[in-house]
């Protein structure tokens, strides 16, 4: 019988996906790319049929299996699950090395460059060719075999790595809970939080309540509970998690780790040539030179910083004057922030929650969708997934033709990984048999789940994270480009990605999209007009704060990768400290470790390239600025973004894509007044 983790049906069988049988079947895969690729290799003349497209299978055929496991190891982790998955990374990380150091493979692609045949090769074709001899540079087709193998070596040495910051902070988040019986101590948290609080108590047989670090119950504490004390120690409890401080000091300690991850990493650019991490992470992205980086960061530093110190006077004379709070610490800036703010603009998130019932935003957001560009979704219910909560649903084009699928799982639960993100389940490809492998995709966040019979309610934000994360998915699923190297997101430069998300958060802030996707609990009844109003007013509430604690995490990330020095380590405290000086308004207390938790430098993708964020919000804002213009609903302006951006991928850089769309380069100037900055 096959083993049921190699199924390379449409869409995986997660029900079929046992731990026991996933190395066997990674094993199985690989071995057979490894025989095809001598096969391959083995003809006497190369071609774009005979090479890249066998080429672009067998990735194929690798990435079908391992992304559903991948996945179910971001959402459903177990002991077994973790040991397989840790199991498998070296072999993969050796494959993969081992196809882009292979110096035949190398000659064939640039054989095939310098054909005849090359000049009459499509824009796709050529992007593909052009980015694999660049990529088997940067993987070091070209170093001796000693250093080839000692490239390897780091590698493996970085996967592990990488994962064992996640592990460690994932156990670290869970491994701390606060259990409180004293009903007078829990005041200000709202009703669907202290009930959460009590099911998760009774889960363990206990009386009372059990606050916890998932990001839903510790940004609530953190907003809403009247007790500083306890306010206090649950946020000591996140900001230390994997580290050296607070309640489970040494325990699950990233300190180590960070710093191992970024030598190794400055040691692969080294090898390569390059003088340090950022050099060699900027050859695949928009943004040329380390300086342009930190020009355009610190630039944005000077436009923020005056309106972020006006801000925190503010609140610190708020805090003194409602509660005679003489030092702000840390764990009251969300409190008498979310208090101020109710002061000001009589709009709270919790108020806001009734009107955004999980499955009113999604309907609202399709139709927001098909009038922008003519698509249509509709829900599956035959589809085998991997938790009751998950959802499966099919995206149509106005013509009518299928183009993706996707999966959403929106609530926190214990063994899935925090935070909100998109990823590719199956890419879109023409097959050999020129058939097409519809692109598949997984919408994750994590929610306050549904309590008792209600329904699931959002906050604002929450509705701008689902926003964010569908515009990533219309990225991978509008494809129109039929090469999995180039399809969706891939091949799309890096702070370039960020675009379309960013993009789709605009409708979350327009009062006609919001009549869309707002229904009262209770009574049904969209955003009224005068909430509408305090909600817009509250937009920019803090926001030069909020500007800087961005360009505080990538002038970190950015600067840390940059000035790695051999004899003084990687230095992430002492970075860390500069970059706060410089930056920050807001009191850090010495035990801060927010680092020990920054995962999307440390277990993602976002090394060196934190600062992709607010570049690419200079491309959604100016993008956006034409919609203003010309109206929010414009088809003309929708069809053509979604001609010109989101079907696009990787083949035309950035840059040119933005000019068809928008006619001229960009300009900053529609993020600043968007963000209130002017
Ligand atoms: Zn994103």
């Excluded at 250093?147 to 790595?161: D, G, I, P, V, W």
């Excluded at 202290?194 to 609530?220: F, H, I, R, V």
């Excluded at 004390?229 to 230390?240: D, H, I, K, P």
């Excluded at 580290?243 to 699950?252: E, F, K, L, R």
């Amino acid at each position: 019988m096959e083993n049921p983790v190699l199924n390379q049906a449409a869409l995986p069988v997660f029900n079929a996906i046992l731990p026991a049988q996933i190395e066997s079947a990674l094993k199985q895969i690989l071995g057979q790319n490894r025989d095809r690729l001598s096969e391959l290799l083995a003809n006497s003349s190369y071609s774009w049929d005979n090479l890249m497209i066998p080429l672009e299978e067998m990735d194929n055929r690798l990435n079908k299996m391992w992304s559903p496991v991948s996945h179910l190891h971001s959402v459903m982790e177990s002991e077994e699950l973790r040991a397989v998955y840790n199991a498998c990374l070296p072999l993969l990380t050796e494959y993969q090395t081992d196809l882009m150091q292979n110096e035949k493979l190398y000659q064939a692609v640039q054989a095939i460059a310098a054909s005849a045949d090359y000049k009459n090769f499509n824009p796709t074709q050529k992007k593909t060719i052009e980015n694999d001899l660049r990529d088997f540079k940067l993987a070091g087709v070209n170093l001796s075999p000693d250093a080839k193998t000692r490239f390897t070596e780091l590698l493996k040495q970085l996967s592990t790595l990488t994962t064992q910051f996640a592990e460690n902070l994932l156990d670290a988040t869970h491994a701390w809970e606060l259990h409180v019986t004293d009903p007078d101590s829990l005041k200000g948290l709202p009703e669907q939080t202290l009930k959460l609080a009590e099911q998760t108590a009774q889960q363990q047989n206990k009386s009372g309540w059990l606050l916890t670090l998932d990001y839903p119950c510790y940004s609530t504490v953190m907003k809403y509970l009247e007790n500083r004390e306890l306010r206090e120690r649950v946020y000591e409890a996140y900001v230390t998690r994997a580290s050296d401080q607070g309640p489970t000091a040494s325990q699950w300690d990233n300190s180590q780790v960070m710093d191992d991850i970024v030598k190794i990493r400055h040691d692969l650019a080294n090898l390569l040539g390059f003088p340090n991490f950022v050099e060699y992470s900027l050859i695949t992205k928009m943004a040329k030179k380390p300086e342009q980086v930190l020009t355009f960061l610190n630039d944005l530093v000077t436009k923020s910083k005056s309106f972020a110190e006006h801000e925190m006077q503010e609140l610190r004379e708020f805090a003194k004057s409602l509660d005679q709070i003489e030092n702000l610490e840390a764990w009251d800036l969300a409190y008498y922030s979310e208090k101020l703010r109710v002061t000001k603009y009589a709009v709270s998130q919790e108020e806001l929650r009734a009107y955004f019932p999980l499955d009113k935003v999604l309907d609202g957001m399709f139709i927001v969708m098909n009038r922008l560009m003519g698509i249509k979704i509709k829900e599956r219910t035959d589809v085998d997934t991997w938790h009751s909560q998950v959802k499966f649903f099919e995206v149509y084009d106005r013509d009518d033709h299928l183009r993706g699928y996707f999966y959403t799982d929106f609530f926190a639960r214990p063994h899935k990984r925090d935070g909100a993100w998109m990823d590719e389940c199956r890419t879109r490809q023409r097959l050999a048999d020129n058939t097409l492998q519809y692109p598949v995709a997984f919408l994750t966040c994590n929610f306050t789940r549904p309590l008792d019979d209600k329904p699931a309610l959002l906050t604002h934000d929450d509705v701008q994270t689902v926003f964010h994360e569908f515009g990533h998915c219309l990225h991978h699923l509008l494809t129109q480009v039929d090469y999995s190297s180039l399809s969706g997101m891939n091949g799309v430069p890096w702070d370039a990605v960020e675009f379309p998300s960013q993009f789709f958060e605009h409708w979350c802030w327009n009062q006609e999209a919001l009549t869309l996707i707002s229904a009262h609990e209770k009574t049904g009844e969209s955003l009224p007009e005068t909430l509408y109003n305090k909600l817009i007013a509250a937009k920019n509430f803090q926001a030069g704060m909020h500007m800087l604690r961005q360009l505080e995490f990538a002038l970190f990330d950015f600067r840390l990768h940059l000035e790695f020095d051999p004899n003084k380590r990687a230095q992430v405290q002492t970075i860390l400290d500069e970059v706060r000086n410089q930056v920050s308004v807001v009191p850090t207390p010495a035990f801060n470790r927010f680092q020990h938790s920054f995962s999307h430098i440390f277990a993602g993708g976002y090394a060196a390239g934190y600062y992709s964020y607010k570049w690419a919000e200079v491309l959604s804002s100016d993008a956006f600025s034409r919609f203003e213009e010309q109206g929010v609903f414009d088809p003309i302006a929708g069809n053509d973004f979604m001609k010109t951006i989101l079907e696009q991928g990787g083949v035309y850089e950035p840059l040119d894509l933005f000019i068809r769309f928008r006619g001229r380069e960009p300009k900053i100037d529609a993020l600043l007044r968007h963000s209130g900055l002017i």
